[in-house]
Structures are given as C-alpha cells and as structure tokens.
C-alpha cells in the first residue's frame, strides 16, 4: 500500500500562488493516476487534476489554465502548482492515488489511497 504525504499549503491572498507537494513510499503501481483531490466542509470530494501513468493530464474545468500538476523524475513526489488562487479554491487538499484516470471524474471516484491532506486557504 502506498503511502501519501503532503506538504506546501498556507494562507495567501487571492491573484497569490502556492505549490503543493506530496511523496509516495511503499508500493506505488506503475499503472497507478496520482493526483489531488481538495475537500471543503459541507461538500463532496472534487477531484482538482491528476496524471496518468502515461504522464497525460486531467484538470477539473475551474482550475485548468491556473494549476499545473507534475511528477518528480522518479515518479514518487508529485506536485501541484496553484497560480491566481482564488478564495472559492479555499479547500483541504488531499494527495492521492487511483486505480484509473481516463477523465478527472474518474480519477475521485476509483481512489485507492490518499494522504491526511494540507490546508490552502485563500483571502479576498
């Protein structure tokens, strides 16, 4: 089972930029979409982007142009770029790992594994 750390969130002001960070340990299967899904109070999980194991993109329609999602060379620390943070992007975010990517809906909806999350907030 794979293990999911994150790091990198904070409190910034809304038009600021944040980069999250998450590393995996233990056994990550090679065909494996990582990702970040973000939770706020009240609402459901919304899956934010992830990667295939082909290194293809997938990003949630509010965020696409804004976020950037990457892999480390060695495929075991994945990051996400947040520019022009706005306060609806205000969220726990939760690095995570999925059984299946083939569209950003998918990727939140086959989740094997996820960390214990790291807080953004965003300020008007």
């Known amino acids: 089972q794979v293990q999911l750390v994150e790091s990198g969130g904070g409190s910034v002001q809304a038009g600021g930029s944040l980069r999250l960070s998450c590393i995996a340990s233990?056994?990550?299967?090679?065909?494996?979409?990582m990702g970040w899904f973000r939770r706020t109070p009240g609402k459901e999980r919304e899956a934010v982007a992830a990667?295939?194991?082909?290194?293809?993109?997938r990003y949630t329609d509010s965020v696409k142009g804004r976020f950037t999602i990457s892999q480390g060379n060695a495929k075991n620390t994945l990051y996400l770029q947040m520019t022009s943070l706005k306060p609806d992007d205000t969220a726990m975010y939760y690095c995570?790992?999925?059984?299946?990517?083939?569209?950003?809906?998918?990727?939140?909806?086959?989740?094997?594994?996820w960390g214990r999350g790291t807080q953004v907030t965003v300020s008007s």
């Open positions: 995570a790992a999925a059984w299946g990517c083939s569209n950003i809906v998918q990727f939140v909806t086959h989740l094997n594994s």
């Open positions: 990667i295939d194991s082909d290194g293809s993109t």
């Open positions: 233990g056994y990550i299967d090679s065909n494996s979409c």
